[in-house]
């Protein structure tokens, strides 16, 4: 089966950066779309962001001007840069895939991103 591994969380000061990585275990062309997710302790998964094959974007309005969502096809790998970040970015982090093809959803196993004040 496909798998998505993220990578790049960790500790960060509020107004900090941090770039996730989700690398594939497949070519990525046939996802579309790729999302990024994440989900505060106790509490539901929610949207961050998502790429088409056709690198059009779309952003919660949480992170909208501050993350970046893009997919290096190359090195089979999807990205969020998180800039200016806030304590209420905290969370774990997750990669989501979905096969254009037969529309099947993978998941990543999530990485941690803790926000300092």
């Known amino acids: 089966q496909v798998q998505l591994v993220e990578s790049g969380g960790g500790l960060v000061q509020a107004g900090g950066s941090l770039t996730l990585s989700c690398a594939a275990s497949?070519?990525?062309?046939?996802?579309?779309?790729m999302h990024w997710y994440r989900q505060r302790a106790g509490m539901q998964r929610d949207l961050v962001a998502l790429?088409?094959?056709?690198?059009?974007?779309t952003y919660s309005d949480a992170v909208k001007g501050r993350f970046t969502i893009s997919r290096d096809n190359s090195k089979n790998t999807l990205y969020l840069q998180m800039n200016s970040l806030k304590p209420e970015d905290t969370a774990v982090y997750y990669c989501?895939?979905?096969?254009?093809?037969?529309?099947?959803?993978?998941w990543g196993q999530g990485t941690q991103v803790t926000v300092s004040s």
């Open positions: 790429i088409t094959s056709r690198d059009r974007t």
């Open positions: 497949t070519t990525i062309n046939r996802f579309n779309p």
């Open positions: 989501r895939a979905t096969d254009s093809d037969d529309l099947t959803t993978y």
